[in-house]
């Protein structure tokens, strides 16, 4: 068991779990352990685990309604598991295509006994899950001009796109006004969550299905 190299557990942790900071850690932890030998995350990820996946995932909680809400292309569990841990007034449908994650989400969610998780193995777009979500999230998928076309079809109307995207997401909202439009989606912002509570600002595109 190697947890050499994990990130020691940074103050807003607590903070941000609440009461949930015991299956916070005990899913940091099993991430430490099996992430790199599942392939779930990088070989470089163990120094920077709490700050720049976990908290990072943990941040968008607030943003949620406590309806049905789709991560899609969770992998390692990021941000699903770590939203289904915080939200337990809301029930998560974990989408992802590749076998093995899919075995691990359901162990994980299983292990952290996490009733109110699905997972489903489908790519977004072969999950039948149209029209049926209040809203969706995603990290590091792909791009928004690729991402939303995927992703938008599976809101009910009046449902959000709550997608975490990095620095250069102003750029990827430009490239993708067209899909922006052909989506009906709007009030579309950019939200910058955890300035003064993490070393990390996650960013967020927020849209509106129409
Ligand atoms: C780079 S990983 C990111 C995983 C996780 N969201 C994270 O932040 O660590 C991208 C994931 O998206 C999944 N994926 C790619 N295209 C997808 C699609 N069309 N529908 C659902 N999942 C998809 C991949 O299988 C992979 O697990």
Not at 56 to 75: H, I
Not at 92 to 101: G, H, Q, S
Not at 140 to 160: C, D, N, Q
Not at 185 to 196: F, I, N
Request: aromatic letters at 4%; charged letters at 25%; a negative charge.
């Amino acid at each position: 068991m190697k947890l050499d190299g994990l990130e020691p557990e940074p103050a807003a942790a607590a903070e941000l779990f609440g009461d949930h900071i015991e299956k916070g850690r005990a899913f940091t932890t099993a991430l430490a352990r099996h992430g790199e030998e599942l392939g779930l995350i990088g070989p470089l990820e163990l120094p920077r685990l709490w700050t720049r996946h976990v908290l990072n995932s943990a941040l968008v909680a607030p943003l949620l309604r406590p309806g049905r809400v789709g991560d899609v292309g969770s992998g390692a569990g990021l941000p699903g598991l770590v939203l289904a841990i915080l939200r337990p007034d809301a029930s998560f449908t974990l989408i992802e295509p590749m076998e093995r994650r899919v075995a691990w989400l359901e162990r994980q969610a299983a292990e952290l006994e996490l009733e109110n998780v699905t997972v489903v193995r489908a790519r977004a777009e072969e999950s039948k899950l149209f029209d049926s979500l209040d809203q969706v999230t995603a990290r590091a998928v792909s791009a928004l001009r690729t991402l939303i076309p995927v992703t938008a079809p599976l809101l009910k109307p009046g449902g959000e796109l709550v997608l975490m995207k990095g620095a250069g997401v102003d750029g990827e909202i430009a490239a993708a006004e067209k899909v922006i439009r052909r989506h009906h989606l709007h009030d579309v912002e950019v939200l910058v969550l955890g300035e003064g509570v993490v070393s990390e600002v996650t960013r967020v595109f927020r849209a509106t299905a129409g």
